[in-house]
């Protein structure tokens, strides 16, 4: 039996509760073994201003995950040829860890648009997908064929943006950042102009 890890792609940009709590949920309650936090690198239509260095990103997530075995944190997209498509990483990752079988975690505001996806029909033949629920968006709506498990995840209304815009505010949020991370963001006075 292949170990399947659950790739939950996202800029991180910062880390927060709702990404490890969902994580933390597919880890327990589904049939994934081990779930990667894949940070995506810089995006060249992003504001360099509201994004982290990739590195930061990475090591924020590295902070925040390390007393919990089933939770990795990779930089596997940093070295691939931008931009990063899913299909191309969900190539290498098989090639470079072929004793693995890899899915995809995404929230159902992805599902609507996968069809969109670069060969987004391979990317559903070869790999499962676990969607998990966000505001405002039904999975049920979308009809794709493969193997897309729909989580019952909490549901999480917490956003990388609002918790930046806080810090910006001058706004003291230690609860929705684990504490490593938080601590990380205010000795490097991160987000705050």
């Not at 894949?38 to 995950?65: A, G, M, T």
């Amino acid at each position: 039996m292949k170990l399947k890890i659950g790739l939950y792609f996202g800029s991180f940009n910062p880390i927060h509760i709702g990404h490890l709590a969902i994580a933390n949920y597919m880890a327990e309650y589904s049939d994934l073994d081990q779930i990667w936090f894949v940070v995506s690198p810089q995006n060249p239509f992003k504001q360099k201003s509201s994004l982290l260095s990739d590195y930061h990103r990475l090591e924020l997530v590295n902070r925040s995950i390390e007393a919990y075995s089933k939770l990795k944190a990779s930089n596997i997209e940093f070295g691939l040829p931008k931009p990063s498509y899913t299909i191309d990483t969900l190539t290498y990752l098989k090639e470079k860890y072929s004793e693995y079988e890899f899915s995809l975690i995404m929230g159902s505001d992805n599902l609507k648009n996968f069809e969109k996806w670069k060969n987004y029909e391979l990317i559903l033949q070869k790999h499962d997908l676990y969607v998990y629920p966000r505001p405002g968006f039904k999975d049920k709506e979308v009809e794709l064929n493969g193997t897309v498990h729909l989580v019952n995840a909490p549901l999480m209304e917490i956003s990388s943006s609002f918790i930046r815009e806080a810090i910006k505010e001058k706004k003291d949020i230690p609860y929705f950042i684990p504490e490593a991370a938080y601590n990380y963001i205010k000795e490097m006075h991160f987000y705050e102009k």
